[in-house]
């Protein structure tokens, strides 16, 4: 009997000391010192130096994201979507227009501290409804300009919204891009860059992306090499603001030809090599250069001696029906190849026509087939070397000539060396 006494009584011991602990308050471990870190969602990795993808939602679907942080009690999360904030706490829900939008989210300490994720959002327009991506430069406007968006249901569009303006649509149209419309860039706004919203008659606003509006000339092509005394043309936007060039210290004021998109100058006397290609604007303020998809202030420049074939602006396009003097690029005579030897390095410098959907490039004979190279994708401005051979000497004396294929770009110039 005694056995089971003592045996009760550390069960009843036991079962007390089980009680105790159930009732004792949990406590946080964290305090405001401690360095915040964002839990969940996981951010993927960047991709080619940009941010990832976190969310992809249709237009009738809201942005929706809830974070876990800690210390949560001592931590307060903003939200920032195209370099804005919109919202602050754990959790956001928000309407988009159609688009790609970058998202930033910080979560900051009562005591200062702070750390951010980066992702985009992109939202995907419904069927039937007006959308406009960017097809390439015509993305960079002037102020005061008449500037061009590409998409599709545009027709449906009748103004444009940016930077709390509205303007109307000035013109539509359709080319290989898609449709386009164009409009009056706004001249009292400020640079910058800037959300585009198409309203449709109704007043229904959707997305259109970003534009980049500038207050300076900005050059897109044809910077990237020159030929000393010859015609020199580059292209881009706001260019009738360019009151002077620089090339390594030359200034140069005097121009053959001067517009909105285009300036045309004769090269100087220049020794073959690299060259700082910089500018001023009318009020003193420097021209960009839309390189390597960024604006700088200053280009490298080369200038070749060349013997010139031909120099001029040619459209090139294999789409073309038979007949039509832009179906290829066969401008250079016959009779140039004559003094023309094995070895010579032939250059064919090019710029691309942005608003076409695809640029590439094959150099053949009159005859077409067999062609000289393979088809050469291009993306932007450029120089193509080819080694003209025997073999190809002889081909284009036989066939009856040199010319370019291919589709969406520009032959500017066909030099030797």
Excluded at 72 to 94: P, R
Excluded at 139 to 155: D, E, K, M, T
Excluded at 171 to 195: C, F, H, K, Q
Aim: net charge negative; aromatic share 10%.
């Amino acid at each position: 009997m005694k056995k089971i006494y003592l045996m009760l009584m550390a069960f009843l011991a036991v079962s007390l000391l089980g009680v105790s602990c159930k009732e004792e308050e949990p406590f946080s471990t964290t305090t405001e010192d401690d360095y915040p870190k964002i839990l969940d969602p996981v951010f993927p990795d960047w991709v080619n130096g940009e941010p990832a993808v976190v969310s992809q939602i249709t237009h009738d679907a809201n942005f929706t994201m809830k974070l876990t942080v800690t210390p949560s009690e001592y931590t307060e999360v903003t939200w920032l979507i195209d370099g804005v904030e919109v919202q602050k706490g754990n959790e956001i829900d928000i309407a988009l227009e159609a688009g790609t939008y970058p998202l930033k989210v910080v979560a900051t300490t009562t005591k200062g501290q702070s750390t951010s994720r980066e992702g985009k959002i992109v939202v995907s327009p419904l069927q039937g409804e007006p959308w406009s991506e960017a097809v390439d430069f015509e993305r960079i406007v002037s102020l005061g300009s008449r500037a061009r968006l590409y998409g599709s249901n545009l027709s449906l569009v009748k103004s444009v919204s940016l930077g709390g303006k509205t303007v109307p649509v000035v013109a539509t149209g359709n080319a290989e891009a898609g449709d386009y419309i164009e409009y009056d860039v706004p001249s009292d706004l400020s640079a910058g860059e800037y959300r585009i919203s198409l309203v449709d008659v109704e007043g229904n606003s959707y997305g259109g992306n970003l534009v980049t509006v500038v207050d300076s000339p900005v050059v897109t092509g044809g910077f990237a090499h020159a030929t000393s005394h010859s015609e020199w043309v580059m292209t881009g936007v706001g260019l009738d603001k360019i009151a002077s060039l620089d090339i390594n210290g030359t200034t140069i004021t005097e121009f053959v030809r001067q517009s909105d998109n285009e300036i045309a100058l004769t090269c100087p006397d220049l020794e073959d090599g690299m060259y700082v290609l910089k500018g001023k604007n009318n009020n003193g303020g420097e021209v960009m250069f839309y390189s390597s998809q960024k604006m700088v202030s200053e280009v490298s420049l080369a200038v070749s001696s060349e013997i010139v074939l031909w120099e001029g602006h040619h459209y090139v396009s294999w789409d073309l029906p038979d007949g039509d003097p832009n179906k290829t690029f066969n401008l250079i005579p016959l009779e140039a190849f004559d003094t023309i030897y094995p070895g010579t390095t032939m250059y064919i410098s090019y710029s691309i026509k942005a608003d076409d959907v695809y640029h590439q490039i094959r150099l053949t004979h009159v005859a077409w087939e067999p062609y000289f190279t393979d088809p050469i994708d291009v993306t932007e401005d450029g120089v193509y070397e080819f080694v003209l051979t025997q073999d190809i000497l002889n081909t284009i004396k036989e066939k009856g000539g040199f010319i370019c294929v291919g589709h969406g770009y520009y032959v500017d110039k066909v030099t030797v060396k």
